[in-house]
């Protein structure tokens, strides 16, 4: 009933060639349990994957052995969510108890190389996002940068998407309070962006941070521990009779997409996943082409050399659990959406940069998958490539903000996820190639709008014009000398 797609993290050379510069740190989990109780969650590990992977396994059993069942109320569920994270963290510590006894005691040159090797045992930590499905009402317990959406599609074709929760980092206006109020100078925390070398201020491990904060400059002044495990639990959302996806994303994904088309893009991910929903018979199929898109669309960016090349130069390990309610796939890997019918899509988040609690709600046009639909929002079609910097490669957005009523757009369809013929046209004698990009259904329909006349565009009883465009051969005479027809 769930997918997991995965990528590891790269660093790209002068040449445009990536390379892993460490084992991937992330973890997962997706487990069934009883009285129709579902677990999954995703890890976004750093240091090493020792934390990610500890808590991927310790969570499932103090979750899923008899912890939970069909009778418990929303508290119930809530403190036992809680409970679990704060058992998770205490384990771990205690699985590193002696190495940390050992490298109090060594002293000396000749323990110099075991310090190392202590240093990298004890060291590391995770963020986590953790989704439990119970009683048909779905649970989310976060820790720090990670990321769920939830997708619900309604019988009209309509799709709310909501953003669930904010990030634990040092950009949310209630930690940053929540700092100031132990001592710690939120100002510095916000201007300095990183604890510790992660922007997260709620992890699990980290031991470094949770036991030793007062030796770290930025939070000397702390009178508690100021990076902590507590999730926020949010809910209760109810699943009865709904139709739609779950996404749980890893932090490297999530700054993927954004660092390739700029902030708060990342929810732009759920047009990805619905086109290849459509086109896949496999959720793995569709985590795994999904992830794989995200890192092709990053790389691109850096070779362009364009704006936010700067930004693409490296990402880290990326993780994408998709967990489908009631939603069809494709059968046999055909469209299930083949009359490429338009589905706005309303997905709200706040941006973190502002104090104001009111959100920003984005109407998003899942993919069409065949014919151009007429409508108050068209899709048009992109080609495969690099967007320009702040355009959705997937989606058709217009962005509204309750307080200023602005808006902006772009555009994109599920075309974007088909591949181009392998052959391409052959020139006649006269060096041009057939026609291949049809606009007769466009003029239709532009036609039916425009009956009175006026407006771009040829009248539709001019007929209906084709572009043809072509190099002709031996004519190519420089990088700026080209003929076009």
């Not at 939970?68 to 963290?89: G, K, M, P």
């Not at 990053?298 to 990326?318: I, K, L």
């Not at 494709?330 to 709200?348: C, F, K, L, M």
Request: proline share 4%; hydrophobic share 30%.
């Amino acid at each position: 009933m769930c997918g997991i797609g995965t990528a590891t993290n790269c660093v790209y050379g002068s040449d445009g060639k990536g390379s892993q510069i460490h084992p991937n740190e992330d973890g997962h989990l997706r487990f069934r349990g009883e009285d129709g109780c579902f677990l999954y969650g995703v890890f976004n590990g750093y240091d090493g994957s020792r934390v990610a992977s500890f808590a991927s396994q310790c969570l499932t059993a103090e979750l899923l052995l008899g912890q939970l069942n069909s009778s418990h109320s929303d508290s119930d569920v809530r403190r036992i969510l809680t409970q679990a994270f704060d058992v998770v963290e205490k384990s771990y510590f205690e699985t590193i108890d002696d190495a940390l006894a050992e490298k109090l005691s060594s002293q000396g040159q000749k323990v110099q190389e075991r310090l190392k090797e202590l240093e990298l045992e004890v060291s590391g930590g995770a963020t986590a996002v953790v989704a439990l499905i119970l009683n048909d009402k779905l649970y989310i317990a976060s820790v720090g940068t990670n990321r769920a959406l939830l997708c619900k599609s309604s019988s009209d074709g309509q799709n709310q998407v909501l953003q669930i929760g904010r990030p634990h980092n040092t950009e949310n206006e209630e930690e940053l309070q929540r700092l100031a109020a132990l001592g710690v100078d939120s100002a510095r925390v916000r201007q300095a962006g990183l604890i510790s070398g992660q922007s997260s201020t709620r992890r699990l491990g980290d031991y470094r941070v949770k036991f030793n904060y007062n030796d770290i400059d930025l939070l000397s002044a702390a009178k508690g521990k100021p990076v902590i495990s507590e999730p926020e639990i949010h809910g209760v959302q109810s699943l009865e009779n709904v139709t739609g996806f779950l996404l749980l994303m890893s932090e490297g994904l999530i700054n993927a997409l954004e660092s390739a088309h700029g902030p708060e893009q990342a929810n732009q991910i759920v047009a990805m996943v619905a086109a290849e929903l459509a086109l896949q018979n496999s959720l793995e199929a569709v985590a795994q082409s999904v992830v794989e898109r995200i890192k092709r669309l990053h790389h691109d960016v850096y070779v362009s050399g364009r704006q936010r090349a700067t930004f693409c130069s490296r990402h880290e390990d990326m993780t994408l659990l998709i967990r489908t309610l009631d939603y069809p796939l494709a059968e046999g890997g055909t469209p299930t959406n083949p009359s490429g019918r338009i589905y706005p899509v309303s997905v709200p988040y706040s941006n973190s940069l502002s104090t104001s609690k009111t959100s920003v709600m984005l109407s998003l046009v899942m993919p069409s998958q065949n014919t151009l639909t007429n409508g108050t929002n068209t899709a048009s079609t992109l080609e495969e490539g690099t967007p320009t910097p702040g355009q959705s490669p997937t989606a058709t957005l217009q962005s509204t903000n309750t307080q200023t009523q602005s808006s902006s757009s772009s555009s994109g369809d599920g075309s974007l996820f088909r591949q181009r013929g392998s052959q391409a046209a052959q020139p006649d004698e006269t060096g041009r190639v057939p026609p291949y990009v049809d606009f007769t259904q466009f003029y239709r329909l532009w036609g039916s709008d425009h009956s009175e006349g006026g407006g771009l565009g040829p009248h539709p009883s001019e007929g209906n014009p084709t572009l043809t465009c072509c190099f002709s051969p031996g004519r190519i005479r420089g990088e700026h000398e080209t003929d076009l027809k």
